[in-house]
């Protein structure tokens, strides 16, 4: 048995977790749960278990009040590559890229950069604390 078989959520501690989580409902559609009472909003992902798929597995993507400072981490300049200059980055899955892109620069959102690899397409954007977000449709299989 592994030890491990899957990701069962994703935590982003905000300052402002209300504002956070509206922009991502807006940008991305998410529906989430929770409260601005409990400092936390989140959303549950479900699919299957590839060994036994009578069995449901979850992730949750969740937003929630820091007990401290986050600030902002949008550098003067965006590096040549999109990975290893901060702590973590949220890989957002979509059937359509090219649609998600004209969705976000219709609400003003800036795409950082674009890229095209044989397993997926992919597109970055940052959210309004900074946080660098990937956006992936994976290849036609």
Do not use: C
Not at 57 to 69: C, G, H, R, V, Y
Not at 115 to 130: H, I, K, L, N, T
């Amino acid at each position: 048995m592994p030890l491990i078989n899957g990701l069962g959520g994703a935590f982003v501690f905000s300052d402002k977790p209300v504002e956070l989580a509206e922009w991502y409902s807006e940008h991305f559609g998410f529906k989430f749960e929770g409260s601005a009472e409990f400092g936390a909003y989140y959303q549950t992902f479900w699919g299957l278990d590839p060994d036994d798929q009578k069995r449901k597995l979850d992730t949750t993507f969740s937003i929630i009040k820091a007990n401290k400072p986050m600030g902002n981490t949008v550098p003067d300049e965006e590096p040549d590559s999109m990975y290893g200059d901060q702590p973590y980055m949220m890989n957002l899955r979509t059937d359509d890229l090219d649609a998600l892109v004209t969705h976000l620069q219709s609400k003003g959102v800036t795409i950082l950069k674009r890229e095209e690899e044989e397993y997926g397409r992919f597109a970055w954007v940052r959210d309004p604390e900074g946080n660098r977000v990937e956006l992936y449709e994976p290849a036609a299989q």
